[in-house]
């Protein structure tokens, strides 16, 4: 697995962004509500990694009162652009301390509802690593939460995987255990920032179908399928 904690049945996923939001001391300006947004986009994608789905989420805000709505607002479209009701959402703000950047963080639980084969999957990388101010000016270029999640359901990919901080090759490296020759169409070595890219597992007679379903920006994660 990736980040998560399991205790007893439940998955445990958590993310956090800093210094990105509405503030004038920010090191990158964004929508609160786009902040929080991502930062439960990384949260669900570890939930799905786990073969989880989330059912309860707790908000984490260091920004402020004001903040509050607007983070709930970003969490709650994340959800509505899946096609499925935001499960319930509790949390706290710091109202005593004035800061002086944004600061969020997206904790979801969850129960594992999907099996996690591991052998005999054909691996993908679907999107691009992005991070910082190029999550917004490409946006085009993110995968599609709303693709990832029907391909789950409908049985086209079996197991997902987010690409955090350390990049491609790192994720790669960690979720397969070995090193591997890696496509060079993708820059394997930067940051995925809000796992803007995710590795995607599938059977290879489904290979097809994926890249049908997923379109643009899917790539094999290897110059050779793997033996």
Not at 2 to 28: C, M, Y
Not at 172 to 192: F, M, N
Not at 208 to 226: C, I, R, W
């Amino acid at each position: 697995m990736r980040h998560e904690l399991k205790i007893g049945e439940w998955v445990i996923t958590s993310d956090n962004s800093a210094a990105i939001g509405e503030k004038p001391q920010d090191a990158v300006v964004a929508p609160d509500r786009v902040t929080a947004k991502f930062a439960a986009r990384v949260a669900l994608l570890e939930q799905w990694a786990a073969g989880s789905e989330p059912e309860v989420i707790l908000l984490h805000n260091f920004s402020g009162e004001a903040q509050w709505n607007r983070y709930v607002e970003g969490i709650k479209e994340q959800f509505e652009e899946i096609g499925i009701e935001m499960p319930q959402l509790a949390g706290s703000s710091e109202t005593n301390m004035p800061t002086l950047q944004s600061g969020v963080a997206v904790t979801m639980l969850g129960r594992q509802k999907r099996e996690l084969p591991a052998e005999g999957l054909q691996w993908f990388i679907y999107g691009k690593p992005l991070v910082g101010p190029d999550v917004l000016d490409k946006s085009e270029q993110i995968a599609d939460v709303r693709k990832i999640y029907d391909a789950l359901n409908k049985g086209i990919i079996e197991r997902v995987w987010p690409v955090g901080s350390k990049g491609i090759a790192s994720e790669a490296e960690r979720l397969l255990r070995r090193k591997l020759d890696l496509l060079e169409e993708v820059d394997s070595e930067v940051s995925g920032g809000p796992a803007s890219c995710v590795l995607i597992g599938v059977r290879p007679e489904q290979s097809e179908a994926v890249k049908q379903h997923f379109g643009t920006y899917v790539y094999s994660l290897e110059t050779e399928t793997p033996r």
